[in-house]
């Protein structure tokens, strides 16, 4: 005899399956519409919002259910102290050199398409900035807006139990894609930034992490994009499908 799945499952199996068209609008203009944004308004989140957005975020898929990510939410004054400390140590020369990545997020060996396509992002943004070649001063004020979260006024740390492995860290991206479109839907902004990655060991300090145990993933700044902002004008390009998908139909 067949077990009939519970009625609540029944009609959310039915609304997944059925959806109308303004749904799949809804869902594709949330996705097409993020962006990376790089100033913020200062208009404060409430608390219940981005618990909302984590929650949602929480369905993303992991292996075997294991749910690797971790996340702290920086408000108000631990927000402006933990950015305090970021920015001396990358003001800091001689101090900014003494902090290294955790984990190489970048290729040791950049090579075509993917340096091509990192060195115009840069120069379109620096072009909108009017930041112009060997600019190493604006350049590094740029940069240094990383630690800032953008004036944005929540900042989020995600952390990782070092003993999980590279699918972990798979399952961990789709977590923080959930994490941006669902701010989308709700009129919020974000932009990741793998930049706190350099200074992993202030953000331990903060949070009271256990580098033995955990590590950071990357950061996030959450919040309302300032519309008059040049920067926030840039729309990064997308290859074609054709140009990185191949059908497999014989």
């Keep these: 005899m067949t077990r009939m799945p519970p009625a609540s499952l029944l009609q959310t199996s039915t609304a997944f399956f059925g959806p109308s068209e303004a749904d799949a609008a809804a869902v594709d203009a949330a996705i097409t519409s993020r962006r990376s944004i790089r100033r913020f308004l200062p208009d404060p989140v409430p608390r219940g919002v981005v618990e909302d957005i984590l929650r949602v975020a929480s369905r993303a898929p992991s292996g075997t259910n294991t749910q690797p990510w971790r996340v702290h939410v ?39 398409p993917y340096i091509d396509r990192r060195r115009k992002v840069g120069w379109d943004l620096y072009g909108l900035l009017g930041i112009a070649k060997g600019d190493k001063v604006a350049m590094h004020a740029q940069h240094r807006r990383n630690f800032l979260f953008f004036d944005a006024p929540v900042g989020l740390i995600f952390t ?16 923080l894609e959930n994490v941006m479109i669902a701010a989308r839907a709700r009129g919020l902004d974000t932009c990741p930034q793998a930049a706190f990655t350099q200074f992993h060991r202030i953000i331990e300090d903060e949070i009271g992490l256990d580098p033995e145990r955990e590590q950071v993933v990357c950061g996030m700044s959450l919040g309302r994009a300032d519309p008059d902002a040049v920067e ?16 497999h139909d014989a």
């Design 160 to 175: 990782i139990e070092r003993v999980m492995e590279r699918g972990s860290w798979l399952d961990y991206g789709m977590f």
């Design 232 to 247: 926030n004008g840039l729309v990064t390009e997308r290859a074609k499908v054709a140009e990185f998908t191949q059908f």
């Design 74 to 112: 920086f408000t108000s004054s631990a927000l402006r102290r933990l950015s305090a400390r970021l920015v001396a140590a990358y003001d800091d020369a001689e101090q900014s050199a003494q902090h290294t990545e955790d984990y190489a997020y970048y290729p040791q060996r950049w090579v075509p």
